[in-house]
Each structure stands twice: as structure tokens, then as C-alpha cells.
């Protein structure tokens, strides 16, 4: 039972490991800007239920310049940033797929973290001399993609 159990593994192991290399193959190589269209805030909305957020986003003042990706993703690192795309990018399929997209969507702790962190990127200059433990959206509620001023959802 043992050899069967770890030949399952293995075998189990290298399917995903193949198509795991596979994907990633396809998308550095595969159709011209695939990658590149993967991060625009078009192809965010356009495969999971975030057609409110969207909508609001793209009136928010100064940040409907920046991509989803700007926000939600790592973005210091671009081994984390495409690790973490894939690790989100694979939650927001099952959700989806499931029928377990959360009502409202909200952001993981991790989530929080990273979005605190590039708030803090873009804007280092401006928060030089205020408290960062406290978090941006905090006292910027506008940038939660509800009641932007402009677009209000829900």
C-alpha cells in the first residue's frame, strides 16, 4: 500500500508540476500581451463579479489611472507579484466556478497588508511624517470601491 500511496504522489506531483510549468510557459510565451492584458482592470472585471467595484474604480478621482494590479498585488518583488497573481488569480477561479463569491467582497488580511503596502509606495512622500500603523483606508473611505463621491454601489 505504501509504493502504490507514494507512486500516487509522484505521479500526482509531477501532473501538476507539468502543468504548472505549462501554464506559466503559456503565459510568458503564449498569445502577444497575454500577460500584459491579464493585469488590466478590464480582465479583473471581466472574470469575476466585480462589475460594481469596477464601476466605481473608474471614477475614482486620480486612482482610475492605475491598474487593480497596482493596488492588490505585491509590488516591490516581481517573483512575489506573479506568485501571489497566480495564488489569487486561482481563488478568484474557484470562487467564481463555485458559487462562493463572498457578498460583499472582502479584502484577506493579506490582502490588507499588501494594498497598505503600496499605498505606502505611491504615496511614500506624502506619509513621510504621518502614523503608519493605522490603515490608509481608514480615513480614506472613498478608496474602498464603495461610495467613491462619484459612483456609489450599495
Known amino acids: 500500500m505504501g509504493i502504490s500511496l507514494s ?3 509522484l505521479a ?3 501532473v501538476v508540476g507539468i ?16 500577460l500584459e492584458h491579464s493585469e488590466s482592470p478590464a480582465f479583473c472585471a471581466g472574470c469575476h463579479v466585480m462589475g460594481e467595484q469596477h464601476e466605481a474604480w473608474s471614477h475614482a478621482g486620480a ?13 516591490g518583488n516581481p517573483v512575489a507579484h506573479y506568485v501571489w497573481k497566480s ?19 472582502k479584502l484577506s488580511s493579506h490582502g490588507a497588508k499588501v494594498v497598505q503596502q503600496n499605498c505606502v ?12 500603523t493605522r490603515q490608509c483606508w481608514g480615513c480614506h473611505r472613498q478608496l474602498r470601491h ?5 459612483m456609489a454601489t450599495r
Open 63 to 75: 486612482h482610475r489611472r492605475i491598474r487593480c494590479v497596482d493596488c492588490h498585488l505585491p509590488n
Open 7 to 9: 507512486r500516487q504522489v
Open 146 to 150: 464603495k461610495l467613491t463621491g462619484a
Open 12 to 14: 500526482t506531483t509531477l
Open 121 to 132: 509606495r505611491c504615496h511614500e512622500a506624502t506619509v513621510t511624517t504621518m502614523d503608519r
Open 19 to 34: 502543468a504548472g510549468a505549462a501554464m506559466a510557459a503559456f503565459a510568458l510565451v503564449g498569445p502577444p500581451r497575454l
Open 87 to 105: 495564488i489569487d488569480g486561482m481563488k478568484d477561479v474557484v470562487a467564481f466556478y463555485s458559487g462562493h463569491v463572498p457578498d460583499p467582497i
